[in-house]
């Protein structure tokens, strides 16, 4: 369903949808899709600051997929930083319930 509409949307909106996923079920078959898609389009995002790319958007870009330094730094202010060590702890206490609940 993910891969289906980042595929056929055209709209730049609707296709972030898939950064804000997980990961793991995109990266591995068409990862790299994507990294081109948001290298081609990263600097207008930020140049233009369409409505829909919030820091909370911002933040769902993996370091990865970013191929030019300075436009990661761009991307990276202290408010995404904040929004992606939440989702990683997030992540973290997920992982830790599921783990505690195969005991």
């Not at 829909?52 to 870009?61: L, M, N, P, R, S």
């Not at 030019?68 to 930083?81: F, G, I, M, P, Q």
């Amino acid at each position: 369903y993910i891969e289906k509409n980042f595929r056929s949307s055209t709209s730049d909106e609707f296709k972030f949808r898939v950064l804000s996923s997980n990961e793991n079920k995109w990266r591995e078959n068409y990862g790299q899709e994507v990294k081109a898609w948001v290298n081609s389009n990263l600097s207008i995002w930020l140049k233009d600051k369409p409505k829909w790319f919030t820091d909370t958007e911002k933040a769902c870009i993996p370091d990865w997929i970013v191929d030019d330094h300075s436009l990661l730094t761009k991307l990276r202010n202290a408010k995404v930083e904040e929004l992606r060590a939440t989702k990683r702890r997030g992540s973290m206490s997920q992982s830790k319930s599921r783990s505690t609940s195969r005991s």
